[in-house]
T-cell receptor
Framework: DAGVIQSPRHEVTEMGQEVTLRCKPI?????LFWYRQTMMRGLELLIYFNNNVPIDDSGMPEDRFSAKMPNASFSTLKIQPSEPRDSAVYFC???????????FGQGTRLTVV | RKEVEQDPGPFNVPEGATVAFNCTYSNSASQSFFWYRQDCRKEPKLLMSVYSSGNEDGRFTAQLNRASQYISLLIRDSKLSDSATYLC???????????FGQGTTLQVKP
């Protein structure tokens, strides 16, 4: 049974470039979360979708960040333009309505130079 | 004040020791509580949910104190393989979002 799938696993990009991170949640899961993890701030919730609708985006750092969920099996997190301080591991997680806990993908390690 | 606070540690303990972690939360409306485990350069994985009456899973015991707004995790007879970061997670009943603490690092030494 496939878990949450994220791509790419690693991304190195130059400052100012656009970065798109992708996530495929577990089939049948209604909620999807994007988190960012750094040593300084730990795991921060960026945005949370339920049934493809953004419920809470208060954690999105600024206008350079945007997230979409066009259907139940796909979500993207875009950073445009990217900055060195965006370097972090970005995790996607999903959860069915019948459960309270979330299941994580393996993460995308982003380095902006 | 952060929504979820943990002592980052590290906690360095010998094999066989008992170790306890606490986590405090600020939102009294929180309705679900978990401990996740994260190994180095890996994704977080659910260790156990925390129930109001307290619950045990082998060497691990979790407790919830709603009045004081904290949860705890007790690990008995520590193993080398318990070395990891333990993340406290609080779920909001209203919105369903999950908020993570910064994590507590445990190193179990031979």
């Amino acid at each position: 049974d496939a878990g949450v799938i994220q791509s790419p696993r690693h991304e190195v990009t130059e400052m100012g470039q656009e970065v798109t991170l992708r996530c495929k949640p577990i089939s049948g899961h209604n909620s999807l979360f994007w988190y960012r993890q750094t040593m300084m701030r730990g795991l921060e919730l960026l945005i949370y979708f339920n049934n493809n609708v953004p419920i809470d985006d208060s954690g999105m750092p600024e206008d350079r960040f945007s997230a979409k969920m066009p259907n139940a099996s796909f979500s993207t997190l875009k950073i445009q333009p990217s900055e060195p301080r965006d370097s972090a591991v970005y995790f996607c997680a999903s959860r069915p309505d019948s459960a309270l806990e979330a299941f994580f993908g393996q993460g995308t390690r982003l380095t902006v130079v | 004040r952060k929504e979820v606070e943990q002592d980052p540690g590290p906690f360095n303990v010998p094999e066989g020791a008992t170790v306890a972690f606490n986590c405090t939360y600020s939102n009294s409306a929180s309705q679900s509580f978990f401990w996740y485990r994260q190994d180095c350069r890996k994704e977080p994985k659910l260790l156990m949910s925390v129930y109001s009456s307290g619950n045990e899973d082998g060497r691990f015991t979790a407790q919830l104190n709603r009045a004081s707004q904290y949860i705890s995790l007790l690990i008995r007879d520590s193993k080398l393989s318990d070395s990891a970061t333990y993340l406290c997670v609080i779920g909001s009943g209203n919105t369903g979002k999950l908020i993570f603490g910064q994590g507590t690092t445990l190193q179990v030494k031979p």
